[in-house]
T-cell receptor, first 112, second 112 residues
Framework: NAGVTQTPKFRVLKTGQSMTLLCAQD?????MYWYRQDPGMGLRLIHY???????AKGEVPDGYNVSRLKKQNFLLGLESAAPSQTSVYFC???????????FGPGTRLTVL | GENVEQHPSTLSVQEGDSAVIKCTYS??????FPWYKQELGKRPQLIID???NVGEKKDQRIAVTLNKTAKHFSLHITETQPEDSAVYFC???????????WGAGTKLIIKP
């Protein structure tokens, strides 16, 4: 099993550009999450999904959109990137009733 | 909403000594408290967790204690080793929604 994978690993964008980050898991987990990690601030939840076709907002959803068309994939979109969105983005999945979250390797995004 | 505070932000201990990291939470309905370890450049991984019906849990050199009355929980690492150097995150969750609210992290440095 590959577990949780994320593409791309690194990306540099200019202000105003758009992009999509892909998260894929092969563990048949129901729940999936997108976090951003900034120095000294821990992990902050952007959006999450409790099943195929469902999404919900987390702590810091502004400027991001998500979609979960297939159970194994969770996409994070930035429509108009801003320098404040420079961060490391982690995807995670979990199989209820377990609370354990399994993380992907992360995507380092820089917005110039 | 839930708020999780974590202290200290940096902890330096001599190899072989013990390390203690503390977290406090605000929502008395929280009932699940995991600890994750993140090595430099890697993804967070669960190392131990505790539920609100248990006061203490041990796994070899690591243990977690929970004080529901005071709303705080702690991670204890005994006989520290160089491979324990990492950033440690605590989190809290109410079981119904599977969202984790994270502390800001503690950078643990093991001095040889």
């Amino acid at each position: 099993n590959a577990g949780v994978t994320q593409t791309p690993k690194f990306r540099v964008l200019k202000t105003g550009q758009s992009m999509t980050l892909l998260c894929a898991q092969d563990m048949n987990h129901e729940y999936m999450y997108w976090y951003r990690q900034d120095p000294g601030m821990g992990l902050r939840l952007i959006h999450y999904s409790v099943g195929e076709g469902t999404t919900a907002k987390g702590e810091v959803p502004d400027g991001y959109n998500v979609s979960r068309l297939k159970k194994q994939n969770f996409l994070l979109g930035l429509e108009s990137a801003a320098p404040s969105q420079t961060s490391v983005y982690f995807c995670a999945s979990s199989p209820p009733p377990s609370h354990e979250q399994f993380f992907g390797p992360g995507t380092r995004l820089t917005v110039l | 909403g839930e708020n999780v505070e974590q202290h200290p932000s940096t902890l330096s201990v001599q190899e072989g000594d013990s390390a203690v990291i503390k977290c406090t939470y605000s929502d008395s309905a929280s009932n699940y408290f995991p600890w994750y370890k993140q090595e430099l450049g890697k993804r967070p991984q669960l190392i131990i967790d505790i539920r609100s019906n248990v006061g203490e849990k041990k796994d070899q050199r690591i243990a977690v204690t929970l004080n529901k009355t005071a709303k705080h929980f702690s991670l204890h690492i005994t006989e520290t080793q160089p491979e324990d150097s990492a950033v440690y995150f605590c989190a809290a969750s109410k079981g119904s929604n599977y969202q984790l609210i994270w502390g800001a992290g503690t950078k643990l440095i093991i001095k040889p």
